[in-house]
């Protein structure tokens, strides 16, 4: 039972280079979202997809795209590295959006840093 | 939107005392609050949850209170032991198509 699979866990970029942080979830689970983790700022939401072909945005989308051609695959898209994305990024995923009362479950997180 | 504000950021107790995370919302129709742990280098992982309509939650030596007049709720750690050091976080949501959104997280640390 694999949950939420994030790739890659350790990734090093150089300001100005483009790079896809891959997800994929095997739950079955129509919610999905990434969040980025920086020192004394919490969990924050970057975008979210309620559905195949939704998306939305969080707190803190620029500098990022993201699609949902399918259930399974929810992909985070840096487009031009800044130093200022250097963070933890994770998955997420639930049976649908929490407002509802369902459980988050998060990838194991990928650590980026641009240089 | 909903904001959640979470105190205090860092708490130290010893081994075997009590320690309490609060956090408060501003939503007043938030119905479902969360709270995650997480250990160094490791996702976070939900320990306990509770909805609105429940003023309190127990799961052995974790518990959560809820007061929805005041906002805010706080979560409750008896018996500290060392494995209980971690980042943890509270949350909060509406219902209908809104994300979580979480507070800042508290750095507990159980001294032995």
């Known amino acids: 039972n694999a949950g939420v699979t994030q790739t890659p866990k350790f990734q090093v970029l150089k300001t100005g280079q483009s790079m896809t942080l891959q997800c994929a979830q095997d739950m079955n689970h129509e919610y999905m979202s990434w969040y980025r983790q920086d020192p004394g700022m919490g969990l924050r939401l970057i975008h979210y997809?309620?559905?195949?072909?939704?998306?939305d945005q969080g707190e803190v989308p620029n500098g990022y795209n993201v699609s949902r051609s399918t259930t399974e695959d929810f992909p985070l898209r840096l487009l031009s590295a800044a130093p200022s994305q250097t963070s933890v990024y994770f998955c997420?995923?639930?049976?649908?959006?929490?407002?509802?009362?369902?459980?988050?479950?998060f990838g194991e997180g990928s650590w980026l840093t641009v240089v | 939107g909903e904001n959640v504000e979470q105190h205090p950021s860092t708490l130290s107790v010893q081994e075997g005392d009590s320690a309490v995370i609060k956090c408060t919302y501003s939503d007043s129709a938030s119905n479902y609050f969360p709270w995650y742990k997480q250990e160094l280098g490791k996702r976070p992982q939900l320990i306990i949850d509770?909805?609105?309509?429940?003023g309190e939650k127990k799961d052995q030596r974790i518990a959560v209170t809820l007061n929805k007049t005041a906002k805010h709720f706080s979560l409750h750690i008896t018996e500290t032991q060392p494995e209980d050091s971690a980042v943890y976080f509270c949350a909060a949501a509406s219902s209908g198509n809104t994300p979580l959104v979480f507070g800042k997280g508290t750095r507990l640390s159980v001294i032995a």
């Open positions: 997809s309620v559905g195949a072909g939704i998306t």
């Open positions: 509770i909805r609105s309509n429940v």
């Open positions: 997420a995923s639930s049976y649908s959006i929490a407002g509802s009362g369902n459980t988050i479950y």
